[in-house]
C-alpha cells in the first residue's frame, strides 16, 4: 500500500532528521521489540516465565496483531518513523473517503514524552483537516496516551467497542456544513 499524500512529517521535525519509511523484512527485529515494549506491564506480572516464554508470547502477540493489520484491515500504509535513518517508531495509517485513520503510531520509549509524537499527531490532523477529513484513531480506554489525544482535541465518537474508544477530530462547523 502507498502511504497518503496527507502522511507526512511536519517540517519542524524533518528539520530534526525525523522522517518516515515503508517498513521492510529487515525492520522486523526492531518492531517486534518495539511492540513488547506495549506489553511490559503484562509480561512483570508473570515472574515466573522464563525469558524464553515471555519472547515467545511477545512474538505471538506481534504476528497476530500483524496479521489483522494486513489481512483484515484494508489499504493500510506500514511505515517506519525515522531519527536521521534509524527507526524509533511505527505509523500505520489509512486514508478513507472521509477520514485519515491511524491504525497504529507507537514510539521507542526513549523518545517518548519529549513532544514527538505530538507534534506528529499535530501534523496529520492539520493535513487531514485540510483534506476536509478528519483524523481517527482507537485507543485502549486505560491507555495513558489517551491524554495526549485529549489535550490534541480529539474526541470520542460513539460508544466504547470492548476495550477500545474511537477518537477523532472533528472538522470544524463550517468545513461540514461546505462539505
Not at 532528521?17 to 518495539?34: H, K, N, Q, S
Not at 511505527?90 to 514527538?116: F, K, Q, S
Amino acid at each position: 500500500m502507498t502511504r497518503s499524500a496527507l502522511v507526512r512529517m511536519p517540517p519542524e521535525l524533518v528539520a530534526q532528521g525525523i522522517g518516515l519509511r515503508p517498513e521492510t523484512e529487515e525492520d522486523d527485529p526492531f518492531l517486534v521489540a518495539l511492540y513488547a515494549t506495549t506489553r511490559q506491564s503484562e509480561l512483570d506480572q508473570v515472574p515466573d516465565w522464563a525469558e524464553e516464554q515471555k519472547q515467545a508470547f511477545v512474538a505471538m502477540q506481534f504476528n497476530a496483531q500483524r496479521q489483522h493489520y494486513r489481512h483484515v484491515l484494508a489499504d493500510v500504509a506500514f511505515d517506519v518513523i525515522t531519527r536521521h535513518g534509524e527507526p524509533i517508531g511505527r505509523l500505520y495509517t489509512r486514508e478513507g473517503e472521509t477520514m485519515l485513520h491511524i491504525v497504529d503510531i507507537l514510539l521507542d520509549p526513549a523518545e517518548r514524552g519529549a513532544g514527538l509524537g505530538a507534534a506528529m499527531l499535530r501534523g496529520l490532523a492539520d493535513n487531514a483537516l485540510a483534506a476536509g477529513k478528519v483524523l481517527s484513531i482507537f485507543v485502549e480506554s486505560y491507555n495513558p496516551a489517551r491524554r495526549l489525544y485529549d489535550r490534541l482535541g480529539f474526541v470520542q465518537v460513539g460508544e466504547p467497542r470492548g476495550f477500545y474508544i474511537e477518537m477523532e477530530i472533528p472538522l470544524p462547523p463550517r468545513q461540514v456544513a461546505a462539505g
